[in-house]
Antibody, heavy 118, light 107 residues
């Protein structure tokens, strides 16, 4: 059973970079799409983007100018960097596995509340 | 982006009731529509994929239907553990998008 475990700070200052890492255990990172999704307090879910083990990425156009998703297959980890954050980026951030055969998200991390505040 | 509109935004129901949640897409997503359940403080869990397929381990009281732009999630004989928020999500075209969620509360 695959498990995704997130790590990273819960507080980021405005204009700085939000950085989170997701460690995958119980399965290989060399298949599936590995994604980041966020949920602002009281709001719906928003896909930030995904990465394949080859390093190819796909980002939400609304965030593309500020986002980088990277992968380290040797550590079975993938990471999110979101630059120049504002209060509007305050949200619970989730990493998730996307099964591109079935076209769904089938495993999720535990979620990290990231608050942007000075 | 494909916009997904769920209705209602919230509803109250009793244990044993049958409820239906709808999800309407701003353009056709064929059958590439999934449903998730989310409880407070937890990540979403997959219930239904490709409009009508029950994910492994999900009770048969959950069912989904629809194609094109109109989809429904039906919960038959509500159980106490079913009170949660339900989200639809389209996987037809990136960026993959979600509905705003439907909160199912105990009456």
């Amino acid at each position: 059973q695959v498990q995704l475990r997130q790590s990273g700070p819960g507080l980021v200052k405005p204009s700085e970079t939000l950085s989170l890492t997701c460690t995958v255990s119980g399965g290989s990172i060399t298949t599936y799409f590995w994604t980041w999704i966020r949920q602002p307090p009281g709001e719906g879910l928003e896909c930030i983007g995904y990465i394949y083990y080859s390093g190819s990425t796909n980002y939400n156009p609304s965030l593309e100018s500020r986002v980088t998703i990277s992968i380290d297959t040797s550590e079975n980890q993938f990471s999110l960097n979101l630059r120049s954050v504002t209060a509007a980026d305050t949200a619970v951030y989730y990493c998730a596995r996307y099964d591109y055969g079935g076209n769904f998200f089938d495993s999720w991390g535990q979620g990290t509340l990231v608050t942007v505040s000075s | 982006d494909v916009q997904l509109t769920q209705s209602p935004s919230s509803l109250s129901a009793s244990v044993g009731d049958t409820i239906t949640i709808t999800c309407r897409a701003s353009q056709s997503v064929t059958v590439h529509l999934n449903w998730y359940q989310q409880k407070p403080g937890k990540a979403p869990k997959l219930l239904i994929y490709t409009a009508s397929n029950l994910h492994s381990g999900v009770p048969s009281r959950f069912s989904g239907s629809g194609s094109g732009t109109d989809f429904t999630l039906t919960l038959s004989s509500l159980q106490p553990e079913d009170f949660a928020t339900y989200h639809c999500q389209q996987s037809f075209i990136t960026p993959w998008t979600f509905g705003q969620g439907t909160k199912v509360e105990i009456k």
